[in-house]
Structures are given as structure tokens and as C-alpha cells.
């Protein structure tokens, strides 16, 4: 079996996701359901992980240049 390694680069953005979840405002630790889901944090770290996981040529693909 291979073991993949992650690059410097995805491991910084692995923190960025990560930090973006933590911070924010309506994540309270996880522990007031009254104060509602985290929405935010999250869904920025959807549309990091979408950005940073996708290959270059599905990148080009989707976006492509002029």
C-alpha cells in the first residue's frame, strides 16, 4: 500500500480550513445548540477544500483561460 504525503502547501491549507472553522462567530466551542449551527466557517472551508484539492487540469477545465 502507498502512503501519500501531503505537501507544505496542502498542510497550510489544511490550518486555513481549519481555522476558519474555529473561528467562527457561532461555533461557541460546540457546545450551545441554542445559538445555532456554525454556517460560516465552514463554508469557507467548502470552498477552500474545493480550490485546493482539485487537480490543475480539472481546474483548467472548469475555469478555462482565455
Known amino acids: 500500500m502507498s502512503v501519500l504525503k501531503n505537501s507544505p502547501r496542502r498542510i497550510d491549507f489544511n490550518d486555513v480550513v481549519h481555522r476558519s472553522i ?8 460546540g457546545h450551545d445548540p441554542d445559538f445555532g449551527r456554525p454556517e460560516k466557517g465552514p463554508a469557507i472551508a467548502r470552498m477552500i477544500g474545493r480550490i485546493t484539492f482539485m487537480s490543475d487540469p480539472s481546474m483548467e477545465e472548469k475555469f478555462p483561460g482565455d
Open 22 to 29: 474555529m473561528a467562527d462567530p457561532t461555533r461557541r466551542d
